[in-house]
T-cell receptor, first 112, second 116 residues
């Protein structure tokens, strides 16, 4: 059982570059989430999706975009990378909000 | 807006000793509360959750937590810690819908250090 898979695990970007963080889950979960984790700050929600074709902003969406064309995939797009986006990014999924959320291993992104 | 406070940034406990990690929440309605653990370089794993009913909930790895509405608290406890419990612990509450359908609000975390 793969669960929630994130790629890449590590990435260094230059300011102004763009990239897509990939997230896929094989549990047929409807709900998917993107969080960022900064040292000493806990996790903050960037975007979430309650099903294919439906996405909504979380607490810190600026500078990011998402799409949900399939149940399995929920990519996070950074268009113009900035040093403030240096963080560890976690994708998570759940069958429905009231149940356990399963987290990926994270993507450590550095913007220089 | 809902919020979660974990007052202790670091806690050091001797192996075999008991543990209590504090969590206070601010939420207008009945909260849906969670404790997650994060080992170094790993994602988060759910330890336990509270939605309703018995205010003492049991989780995995021998952890338990008690919901106290009067104190707006949801403290995590373990009677005897093991070296493998060293990790970062996060308390969380459902953002708006309560159940977490629109994501969770996390505390800043407590780093647990186990002394031999």
């Amino acid at each position: 059982n793969a669960g929630v898979t994130q790629t890449p695990k590590f990435r260094i970007l230059k300011i102004g570059q763009s990239m897509t963080l990939q997230c896929t889950q094989d549990m047929n979960h409807n709900y998917m989430y993107w969080y960022r984790q900064d040292p000493g700050m806990g996790l903050k929600l960037i975007y979430y999706s309650v099903g294919a074709g439906i996405t909504d902003k979380g607490e810190v969406p600026n500078g990011y975009n998402v799409s949900r064309s399939t149940t399995e995939d929920f990519p996070l797009r950074l268009e113009l990378a900035a040093p403030s986006q240096t963080s560890v990014y976690f994708c998570a999924s759940s069958y429905k909000g009231l149940t356990e959320a399963f987290f990926g291993q994270g993507t450590r992104l550095t913007v220089v | 807006a809902q919020s979660v406070t974990q007052p202790d940034i670091h806690i050091t406990v001797s192996e075999g000793a008991s543990l209590e990690l504090r969590c206070n929440y601010s939420y207008g309605a009945t909260p849906y509360l969670f404790w997650y653990v994060q080992s170094p370089g790993q994602g988060l794993q759910l330890l336990l959750k509270y939605f309703s009913g018995d205010t003492l909930v049991q989780g995995i790895k021998g952890f338990e937590a008690e919901f106290k509405r009067s104190q707006s608290s949801f403290n995590l406890r373990k009677p005897s810690v093991h070296w493998s419990d060293a990790a970062e612990y996060f308390c969380a509450v459902g953002r708006n819908s309560g159940g977490g359908a629109d994501g969770l609000t996390f505390g800043k975390g407590t780093h647990l250090i186990i002394q031999p």
